[in-house]
């Protein structure tokens, strides 16, 4: 028998995802520390639950919204926007999307022609690197200076133009490295965007969640740039709402409806029960959101000073936001992260994820969430100091 057609060379290239490939790995395993995966432990407040059944019990759900999403939903994102963001928008600049990893592809495959080109801080997340394979387009990756706190390097982007650089796509507060984009920097992309006729992709999932001086900025804000920007946001981060896969990308309202033409055979629509869990999010009690961040901010400082205590094995940057840091593992083992983290897992029973992952610069580090117990945080560093005392 022969084994069937070739898959296409586009996904064949593509190496498996590291963050999937731990996974994978960590259920070969009793008892594993888990610090690998970006998803928050709290569970969706109670408020947004009940909405969902009370929508399925009215049979408010039983078939498809309309593509953009429900029209209610997207007149409760333009207040939350314009609240929150200072994005004064209408709704017709807006999708709501199947978490906002799917409406940022459909943005990439908006924007680029195969053989095009994407500018991408690194390290970054690994999955826009991906998007932009699947577009057909070239990823060219800028890195940012470690030293400086992984801040976005505008000038190191300059010097990477070509003429078929179309677009810029980054994530802040940035996973992995939690790294807080400032607004000057940001406002010297867009700067760079108006020069170049650029489009700057922004994944905003952790806006929420910010720590000490550092303030999120959205692009989009500033008028003149925001012709230029396409701006990802989500509901799964800020509500812990990873499982309901449910986000939303602004943009002008005439890029929004090319943006249409690609969700629309990925997705057709959002799932509509978890519109109207959006919609008690938005309408509900804010305060859960603080809580969840005040509970990442005490988890953070614990990893901070677990780290402090294994200082001759690893060096880090605090994080500013998100909840994930980026150490860079000094002990020789640590050369290369897949072989070290494989090593962590099957000798310490900690699973966490290989920064060769997140671009050519982050080889040497490993990602760590810390949106996890804090009993789960002192379970993985005793084992680690005890991996390192061996």
């Given at each position: 028998m022969t084994s069937g057609p070739s898959p296409s060379k586009r996904v064949a290239s593509l190496a498996k995802s590291a963050i999937h490939e731990m996974t994978r790995l960590s259920k070969q395993y009793d008892d594993v520390a888990f610090l690998s995966w970006a998803k928050p432990t709290s569970g969706t407040p109670v408020h947004i639950r009940r909405a969902a059944v009370e929508a399925i019990e009215n049979g408010a759900v039983d078939g498809y919204?309309?593509?953009?999403?429900?029209?209610?939903?997207?007149?409760?994102?333009?207040?939350k926007l314009k609240r929150?963001?200072?994005?004064?928008?209408g709704p017709d600049e807006f999708l709501v999307t199947v978490g906002a990893i799917e409406g940022l592809a459909a943005a990439v495959m908006a924007v680029v022609d195969p053989g095009d080109e994407v500018l991408l801080p690194t390290p970054t997340y690994s999955t826009h690197v991906r998007q932009v394979l699947l577009a057909s387009a070239k990823p060219v990756f800028v890195p940012s200076p470690e030293d400086a706190g992984f801040g976005l390097d505008v000038q190191g982007m300059r010097r990477k133009l070509t003429p078929r650089t179309r677009a810029v796509l980054l994530c802040t507060p940035c996973n992995p490295t939690g790294a807080v984009y400032s607004e000057k920097s940001l406002r010297e992309l867009g700067k760079l965007a108006v020069e170049n006729d650029l489009t700057v992709i922004t994944d905003e999932a952790y806006e929420y969640f910010v720590y000490d001086d550092a303030e999120h900025f959205s692009l989009a804000s500033v008028p003149?740039?925001?012709?230029?920007?396409?701006?990802?946001?989500?509901?799964?981060?800020?509500?812990?709402?990873?499982?309901?896969?449910l986000g939303y990308i602004h943009a002008s309202s005439e890029l929004t409806n090319q943006i249409q033409k690609a969700h629309i055979p990925m997705a057709i629509c959002a799932p509509v029960v978890s519109q109207y869990a959006a919609l008690a999010a938005l309408r509900g009690p804010a305060d859960c959101v603080e809580e969840f961040r005040s509970k990442y901010l005490s988890a953070r400082n614990l990893m901070c000073e677990r780290l402090d205590a294994l200082e001759e094995h690893f060096s880090y940057h605090r994080p500013e936001g998100s909840y994930l840091m980026f150490p860079r593992v000094l002990h020789e083992k640590g050369a290369k992260s897949l072989d070290f983290c494989k090593t962590l897992l099957s000798q310490?029973?900690?699973?966490?994820?290989?920064?060769v992952a997140f671009g050519p610069t982050g080889e040497g580090h490993v990602r760590m969430s810390f949106c996890v117990p804090e009993e789960m945080i002192n379970k993985a560093f005793d084992r680690i100091e005890e991996f390192f005392g061996r």
């Open positions: 919204s309309e593509s953009r999403g429900l029209l209610e939903l997207r007149e409760e994102i333009c207040e929150d963001n200072g994005i004064d928008a003149e740039y925001r012709p230029f920007v396409v701006s990802g946001f989500t509901f799964t981060k800020t509500y812990a709402m990873t499982g309901w896969r310490a029973r900690v699973s966490a994820t290989p920064g």
